[in-house]
């Protein structure tokens, strides 16, 4: 048998064969237009099920690295995937709204003191952080 047996399926027919990769499973190598191993894609593990059979189960980055988003910010996972957001109130500093963000709570104000003492309160909208 050429198919890898554990994660594929073989199906014969007349004058050949069909190596499929079995369910949650994704090819790896294929050789002469012939599937011959299969295996968990990124962002899912191989886990051995009570039934001896194997399967590709979603890791869920949030819960297996609480501070892989960083202080200050959301980990909200999909299958195969997370996301990170930062957490109401706080601003993402590096102009990426992917996985790698720096959430920072800034509060723009200035603050004249003398005789007539105000504050100012900046607009963050158009601000630019160094």
Partial sequence: NVCDTNFTTCNNYHGGYICSCKPTFVELIRQNDITVSCGCDSGYELTILTNGESECVDVNECNAWPDVCGANANCRNYPGA??????????????????????????????MLGPNPYTIELDRSNAVYV
């Fill in 82 to 111: 997370y996301d990170c957001s930062c957490n109401e109130g706080f601003t993402n500093t590096n102009g990426y709204s992917d996985n790698s963000i720096n959430c920072y709570n800034y509060e723009p104000t200035i603050t």
